[in-house]
């Protein structure tokens, strides 16, 4: 059975609200966290609490190739992931109805991060 410091969460949009905390809570119970944001340095709070379990990336969830190297970067620092938190997302308080047109893409964009070990 794999100890706490071995178990590794992948949290997309950690640098505020749920993913902050989410992080906290996984930081404080001993996993590794790997934290992403826009903005790699308002994760510059998270990677002080536990700089040795703590991987900070830029990860910008509507371009691919962010995402990819954000998986790789995990991968090579841990291991594996073996906790993926999309938290990333923005807010509007249009309903989405009135704010899409009609038969225009949706604002989000699936990621697909494979077979993550």
Known sequence: ?????????????????????????????GYNVVATARSVAKLAALTVLAPQRVLALKLDVTVPTDATQAVNAAIARFGR??????????????????????NSAPRWTPISLGHCR
């Open 1 to 29: 059975m794999p100890t706490n410091s071995s178990i590794t969460w992948f949290i997309t949009g950690a640098s505020s609200g749920f993913g902050m905390a989410l992080a906290r809570y996984a930081l404080g119970r």
């Open 81 to 102: 992931i073996d906790v993926l938190i999309n938290n990333a997302a923005t807010a509007s308080s249009v309903p989405s109805r009135r704010r899409q047109k009609p």
